[in-house]
Each structure stands twice: as structure tokens, then as C-alpha cells.
């Protein structure tokens, strides 16, 4: 199993930054690609940003240009910068980490989540 453990959440003003972070421990081997997703409350969580083979990044819209991935393949930790934050990137956000099987399948795990609170 892959352990998920993020930092960095907290309470910020609109207009502010914050940065989070996440390591991954355990059967780390095979991971192809992290990232984050974030649940704000009523809603469904959807993945904000994703980083495949360390190199290839992946955004949501609502976060494009704002927010920006980086990983360290070799240490299993990735980050997420975030800027110009706003009200509605209120969210519970969880690191994510997907992972190849032997049998050619993938495996995705989550963390238990760290949260971020943008205040008006």
C-alpha cells in the first residue's frame, strides 16, 4: 500500500497564497504520475492538478494560471502551489497518486485530506 500524507492547509484571505505539500511512503514503486483534488462541501471531489512521468502537467480550469504542480520523483513528494486564491477554492484538498500494476492496470490512492479555507 501507498501512505499519503499532506501538509500546508489553513486559512487565508482572497487574493493570498498557500502551498501544500504531500509524501508518499510504503509500496511507492510503479507510481506514474500525483497530484491533488480537492471536495468542497456538497460537491464531488475533482482532481485540480496532476503531474505524469515528473514532467507531463495536467490543470483544471478553475485553477489554470493560478496554481502550479511540481514533483520530486526521487523523494515521492509533490506540491502545489497556490496563488491568487479565492472564496470558492474553499475545499478539503487530498493528495493523489496513481500507480501501474504488474497486470498492466492502475491503482489510485488518496490521502486523508488537509484543508484550505479562503476567507472574503
Known amino acids: 500500500q501507498v501512505q499519503l500524507v499532506e501538509s500546508g492547509g489553513g486559512l487565508v484571505q482572497a487574493g493570498g497564497s498557500l502551498t501544500l505539500s504531500c509524501a508518499a511512503s510504503g509500496a511507492t514503486a510503479r507510481i506514474k504520475a500525483m497530484g491533488w483534488g480537492r471536495q468542497a462541501p456538497g460537491k464531488q471531489r475533482e482532481l485540480v492538478a496532476l503531474?505524469?512521468?515528473?514532467?507531463?502537467?495536467d490543470y483544471a480550469d478553475s485553477v489554470k494560471g493560478r496554481f502550479s504542480i511540481s514533483t520530486d520523483g526521487a523523494k515521492n513528494t509533490v506540491s502545489l502551489q497556490m496563488n491568487s486564491l479565492k472564496p470558492e477554492d474553499t475545499a478539503v484538498y487530498f493528495c493523489?497518486?496513481?500507480?501501474?500494476?504488474?497486470?498492466?492496470?492502475?491503482?489510485?490512492?488518496w490521502g486523508r485530506g488537509t484543508r484550505v479555507t479562503v476567507s472574503s
Open positions: 503531474v505524469a512521468n515528473s514532467t507531463n502537467t
Open positions: 493523489h497518486v496513481q500507480q501501474s500494476t504488474e497486470l498492466g492496470g492502475s491503482i489510485h490512492w
